[in-house]
């Protein structure tokens, strides 16, 4: 269950009603639905229900000693196999389509 006002359920509130609006606003993890002419309006999660979401996050985020461990043995490994697969680039010479061809006297004197 969420915090003290949770919504283990998951529910959806849809009302017009302004002051059971304001009630489920100081919830946390109760989604607002509501009618403005004739569009449907989800509205924004509430600052308490971002709080509460963004706290689970960072939790879930920590890791254990051994996690931490395992990343690190991962991480040498990879750097280790990095190196060694590494390849230098060398010079490449002009590209042979974009360079003119060298006339040989005999076409020279051909032509004329």
């Given at each position: 269950?969420?915090?003290?006002?949770?919504?283990?359920?998951?529910?959806?509130?849809?009302?017009?009603?302004k002051e059971l609006m304001?009630?489920?606003?100081?919830?946390?993890?109760?989604?607002?639905?509501?009618?403005?002419?004739?569009?449907?309006?989800?509205?924004?999660?509430?600052?308490?229900?971002?709080?509460?979401?963004?706290?689970?996050?960072?939790?879930?985020?920590?890791?254990?000693?051994?996690?931490?461990?395992?990343?690190?043995?991962?991480?040498?490994?990879?750097?280790?196999?990095?190196?060694?697969?590494?390849?230098?680039?060398?010079?490449k010479g002009p590209n042979?389509?974009?360079?003119k061809k060298k006339k040989?006297?005999?076409?020279?004197?051909?032509?004329?």
């Open positions: 269950e969420r915090g003290a006002g949770g919504n283990s359920e998951h529910y959806l509130v849809a009302t017009q009603d304001q009630e489920l606003r100081q919830k946390s993890g109760i989604p607002l639905l509501y009618l403005s002419g004739c569009t449907l309006y989800l509205e924004s999660p509430s600052y308490q229900s971002r709080n509460e979401a963004e706290e689970q996050q960072r939790n879930q985020d920590l890791l254990t000693d051994f996690e931490k461990e395992t990343i690190k043995q991962l991480k040498a490994e990879r750097s280790e196999e990095r190196k060694v697969s590494r390849k230098r680039k060398r010079p042979p389509l974009s360079c040989s006297e005999g076409e020279g004197k051909k032509k004329k």
